[in-house]
């Protein structure tokens, strides 16, 4: 049962347009989201980041919105840039009682492409 | 920093044979992270450590898989006998504290044939 779901694979979006990815999880105990972005033949490097207690964080072109009351986040990229193409990776963190330590969970991620 | 490192790059095997992957964590990081990635189940953790301890190995599909951090700055991820569905890409990552950023390494491609 997939706790963290992208249910695109896949998004095209125009250079200078907005970038919307999507994200919906199911635990209520996640407190913590995070978007990884992969380039081919590399790890995933680290995005941005939302804590629970907010409903917005914004870094630059890069935007995450939270909707706790229906357990979605979405990452906007605006405007959207060739080099913004790459896989996308939404992640959630909760605290795990039987190991002490909060662990990430994935989701299997978006692949964008930003068409100059 | 380096950044975490992952030893070997590429992999191609044949089935039955031992595979054995080395990550290099950055330096001063009390965690460490074993992922696989796959097309069907995208980012799956396999097991991690803090403090050289395994901490969760819930996620390490069979008794083939093993890891082990014998020390600080360097854990492996043993696959004995090899199996072609194990072919995926092995990603190692560390991170300081509880709540901060993963980090991780450039993966390992691994082809069991």
């Known amino acids: 049962d997939q706790q963290v779901k992208q249910n695109s694979p896949s998004l095209s979006v125009q250079e200078g347009r907005i970038s919307i990815l999507n994200c919906d999880y199911t635990?209520?105990?996640?407190?913590?989201f995070l978007w990884y972005k992969k380039y081919p033949a590399e790890g995933p490097t680290f995005l941005i980041s939302?804590?629970?207690?907010?409903d917005k964080n914004e870094d630059g072109r890069f935007t995450v919105f939270l909707n706790k009351s229906a357990k979605h986040l979405s990452l906007h990229i605006v405007p959207s840039q060739p080099g913004d193409s790459a896989v996308y990776f939404c992640?959630?963190?909760?605290?795990?009682?039987?190991?002490?330590?909060?662990?990430?969970?994935f989701g299997k991620g978006t692949k964008l492409s930003v068409i100059p | 920093d380096a950044g975490v490192i992952q030893s070997p790059r590429h992999e191609v095997t044949e089935m039955g044979q031992e595979v054995t992957l080395r990550c290099k964590p950055i330096?001063?990081?009390?965690?460490l992270f074993w992922y696989r990635q796959t097309m069907m189940r995208g980012l799956e953790l396999l097991i991690y450590f803090n403090n050289n301890v395994p901490i969760d190995d819930s996620g390490m599909p069979e008794d083939r898989f093993s890891a082990k951090m014998p020390n600080a700055s360097f854990s492996t991820l043993k696959i004995q006998p090899s199996e072609p569905r194990d072919s995926a890409v092995y990603f190692c990552?560390?991170?300081?504290?509880?709540?901060?950023?993963?980090?991780f390494g450039p993966g390992t491609r691994l082809l069991v044939l």
């Open positions: 939302i804590s629970s207690i907010k």
């Open positions: 635990n209520s105990m996640f407190d913590y």
């Open positions: 992640a959630a963190s909760a605290y795990a009682s039987g190991a002490g330590s909060y662990q990430l969970t």
């Open positions: 330096s001063g990081h009390d965690y």
């Open positions: 990552a560390s991170r300081r504290e509880a709540r901060e950023t993963q980090y």
